[in-house]
T-cell receptor, first 112, second 115 residues
Framework: DAGVIQSPRHEVTEMGQEVTLRCKPI?????LFWYRQTMMRGLELLIYFNNNVPIDDSGMPEDRFSAKMPNASFSTLKIQPSEPRDSAVYFC??????????FGDGTRLSIL | QKEVEQDPGPLSVPEGAIVSLNCTYS??????FMWYRQYSRKGPELLMY????GNKEDGRFTAQVDKSSKYISLFIRDSQPSDSATYLC???????????????FGKGTKLSVKP
């Protein structure tokens, strides 16, 4: 079975640019989570969806961050405008019901 | 006090050693406990999951939960160089999937197994 697929794997861009991260969850999973991982703060939950509906976005750091899930097989996390402090590894994870989450391999984002 | 504390290491052991990785937590409501393994430049991969107190064994891996002490452990027997990775504990009050967005992760312990 294909796992959670994220793209791009790496993104380097200049401050002020718009960044779009993409995620394809595992087929049949009804929960989708976006995390950010840094050395200082570890894994932090940004937002999660259930059946394509955003449930809790309290972890989104600022209005510059937004996330959408237009259908069960695709989600995006957008940062506009990007800042150097947004540099991190962003992970998408999905789960079916109450079962453990499965993670993608992340997008390593560098904002110059 | 943070909800979940995990010694970041790094921890270096010789091949064949028994490894003990630990997390402590403060929230007595946690009932679901997980261990994830994360290789360099990869996503966390679920290794073990347990409910409430007790032990669970899977091959060379044993997960232990002591709710009275708010302490969980992962033991790796006969450690191999391929076990070199960062190990993250995770826990939730309600279910394994954190479907209320309440899956809390430790920061991870970096393990290196030397041949």
């Amino acid at each position: 079975d294909a796992g959670v697929i994220q793209s791009p794997r790496h993104e380097v861009t200049e401050m002020g640019q718009e960044v779009t991260l993409r995620c394809k969850p595992i087929s049949g999973h009804d929960y989708l989570f976006w995390y950010r991982q840094t050395m200082m703060r570890g894994l932090e939950l940004l937002i999660y969806f259930n059946n394509n509906v955003p449930i809790d976005d309290s972890g989104m750091p600022e209005d510059r961050f937004s996330a959408k899930m237009p259908n069960a097989s695709f989600s995006t996390l957008k940062i506009q405008p990007s800042e150097p402090r947004d540099s991190a590894v962003y992970f998408c994870a999905s789960s079916r019901g109450l079962q453990p989450q499965h993670f993608g391999d992340g997008t390593r984002l560098s904002i110059l | 006090q943070k909800e979940v504390e995990q010694d970041p290491g790094p921890l270096s052991v010789p091949e064949g050693a028994i490894v003990s990785l630990n997390c402590t937590y403060s929230n007595s409501a946690f009932q679901y406990f997980m261990w994830y393994r994360q290789y360099s430049r990869k996503g966390p991969e679920l290794l073990m999951y347990t409910y409430s107190s007790g032990n669970k064994e899977d091959g060379r891996f044993t997960a232990q939960v002591d709710k009275s002490s708010k302490y969980i452990s992962l033991f790796i027997r006969d450690s191999q160089p391929s076990d070199s990775a960062t190990y993250l504990c995770a826990m939730s009050a309600t279910n394994y999937g954190g479907s209320q967005g309440n899956l809390i992760f430790g920061k991870g312990t970096k393990l290196s197994v030397k041949p």
